[in-house]
């Protein structure tokens, strides 16, 4: 029995890369394919004033809502609409100088090709994405971008697949490509992402997470080990931030520090923090992204970090590695 399901679960990890595989093979030619349609696509929504209408129906629809969601939020307005709606009322929301973006795999798809008729008629610049180019969706569009599928992943070739995630990687190749010639930047995505992880990846400061005042164990030069530590025990952070006379950073006291100067034989708890610190420490300042601390951390395998002001290089606080971890930036 035991056997048996080896087997089954053999066979079962097979079919699922051949799925992957086909979809992949699809992807590699819908990048040989890409020409200067795409370009010119890329460059009619660029020189528009208006927003990207989305239009698509079914899975094309399904694909089509996370286009114009991924459009909106890369800095290009969009919108999806429809089209059966569209057709009975909410064409209304279409400006004039909108571009529209129609998808479909056939092409062929009656309420989409006879939609993209009005905006013809209404003076609307179209670009479709489809696997057809004598289609009726190619024949009503400025520039007709070709899937190039030539096999779904489906074994009757009929589920869209292969197709779908060609069209959404299309659709993403022309959001982040406008997105890149806009320079769109990653505080204008913090803009546009204020809330969930992405939010807080992208909008939370040292300064929203470190330890300050009271929680920030700072020591003098002169102090020394035993002072240290009486200092951190105050703290859950295991680290000390070192200043000079005038209250500058110059050092750093953890409690791999302390582990290492035991290790080496030393018992005295009686000599210099200046002995033992690790000078010139890695720092970061408030203003500092957190998802930047936690790439330090990582890369240097340290827990924490302290923090001083970039003009008075004084220390004003300390990350750590653990609210990195609870607010899932590490």
Do not use: W
């Not at 035991?2 to 990890?13: A, F, G, V």
């Not at 010119?40 to 079914?58: F, H």
């Not at 750093?252 to 210099?272: A, H, I, M, V, W």
């Amino acid at each position: 029995m035991k056997n048996k399901r080896d087997n089954s679960k053999h066979l079962l990890i097979r079919c699922g890369k051949e799925v992957i595989n086909r979809e992949m093979a699809a992807l590699a030619s819908l990048s040989k394919g890409l020409n200067r349609n795409f370009a010119n696509a890329v460059k009619m929504i660029l020189d528009s004033t208006g927003r990207v209408v989305v239009v698509g129906i079914g899975k094309s629809g399904i694909i089509g809502r996370k286009i114009a969601a991924t459009l909106s939020s890369t800095g290009t307005p969009s919108i999806y609409l429809h089209p059966v709606e569209c057709l009975h009322g909410d064409m209304g929301m279409v400006g004039r100088k909108d571009v529209a973006l129609a998808l479909s795999y056939s092409g062929e798809t009656h309420e989409t090709a006879l939609l993209l008729q009005y905006f013809k008629s209404r003076g609307h610049r179209i670009i479709s994405i489809t696997n057809n180019l004598n289609s009726k969706l190619a024949k009503h569009s400025d520039i007709t971008l070709n899937l190039n599928v030539r096999k779904e992943a489906c074994p009757f070739n009929i589920v869209p697949t292969s197709s779908t995630a060609a069209m959404l990687s299309l659709g993403d190749a022309i959001a982040i490509t406008l997105m890149k010639i806009k320079n769109f930047d990653k505080a204008e995505l913090a803009r546009l992402h204020p809330g969930g992880s992405l939010g807080k990846l992208l909008n939370t400061k040292v300064k929203d997470l470190m330890h300050k005042g009271k929680e920030n164990p700072v020591i003098k030069n002169s102090c020394l080990i035993k002072d240290a530590l009486y200092v951190m025990t105050k703290t859950r952070l295991g680290a000390a931030s070192v200043t000079d006379g005038r209250g500058r950073l110059i050092g750093f006291f953890t409690d791999g520090d302390l582990r290492r100067y035991l290790q080496k034989g030393e018992t005295s708890l009686n000599k210099k923090i200046t002995s033992v610190m690790t000078r010139n420490p890695i720092t970061v300042h408030p203003d500092t992204m957190a998802a930047e601390a936690a790439r330090i951390m990582s890369r240097m395998k340290i827990d924490n970090i302290p923090v001083i002001d970039p003009e008075t290089k004084k220390p004003v606080g300390i990350i750590d590695e653990r609210d990195l971890l609870n607010e899932g930036l590490l």
